[in-house]
């Protein structure tokens, strides 16, 4: 789901660049890819350059909308289900510019912040439907059905900068670093299941008040 919550974004910013700026030099511009196997190398998993990067670099739950077993009614077959919760995930995406071109690789990230500055929330109504299919994983259940992304810009300390790098094992190029919120995980299975109380019935056997010599 990670997966294709990045790529509908990547989409989002690759139609985005070309409509407001014209055809790129490279297509496509923005792509999905792990810093830490470096930028124009032999690796099979270098970042080619002169691209937009998105790279997954920390996952964080978030623990405000932890929530117990809720069980789901099903009105169809009478019966109700018992699920796990969804769980609700924070991510830490980096987003590179690995141009040759150290102006242009400023200048593609000038547009890329500016691009998260104006349209910082995506859901599956406010996202054109090719950014849904276009490089979507091909098993359904690797799909998001219903969604709600939200970027924010992380600001990190020089000392926090210099950590990262150092981690990822290569040289700095030009980034930012965003904080994507609320990505929900689920997995569609019902861990337990019985009927549902439709009638509750009274012990009409039970002696009355006035048969118990209770009564005026």
């Avoid at 995406?93 to 690789?105: E, K, L, P, Q």
């Avoid at 400023?106 to 890329?112: A, G, K, P, V």
């Avoid at 965003?178 to 056997?205: C, H, N, P, W």
């Amino acid at each position: 789901m990670l997966s294709h919550a990045l790529t509908i974004v990547a989409n989002e910013l690759e139609r985005h660049l070309a409509d407001a700026y014209g055809p790129p030099a490279v297509s496509p511009q923005v792509r999905l890819g792990n810093i830490a196997e470096g930028v124009g190398g032999s690796s099979p998993g270098a970042i080619p350059r002169d691209v937009l990067a998105f790279s997954m670099i920390n996952i964080r739950e978030e623990k405000t909308l932890k929530n117990l077993v809720q069980p789901v009614r099903n009105d169809a077959t009478l019966r109700v289900q018992y699920q796990n919760p969804a769980l609700y995930l924070n991510f830490h995406i980096m987003v590179v510019a690995t141009h040759t071109s150290y102006t242009n690789a400023l200048l593609l990230l000038s547009r890329t912040i500016k691009f998260f500055q104006f349209s910082n929330m995506f859901n599956q109504d406010s996202v054109a439907p090719d950014s849904l299919g276009t490089n979507a994983p091909t098993n359904p259940l690797d799909q998001l059905e219903t969604f709600k992304l939200i970027f924010d810009i992380y600001s990190p300390t020089l000392e926090e900068v210099n950590h990262l790098w150092g981690t990822l094992g290569g040289k700095q190029y030009p980034f930012a670093l965003y904080t994507l919120r609320l990505l929900e995980m689920k997995f569609r299975a019902t861990q337990a299941e019985a009927g549902l109380i439709t009638e509750v019935a009274g012990d009409t056997s039970a002696p009355s008040f006035r048969q118990m010599g209770l009564g005026g």
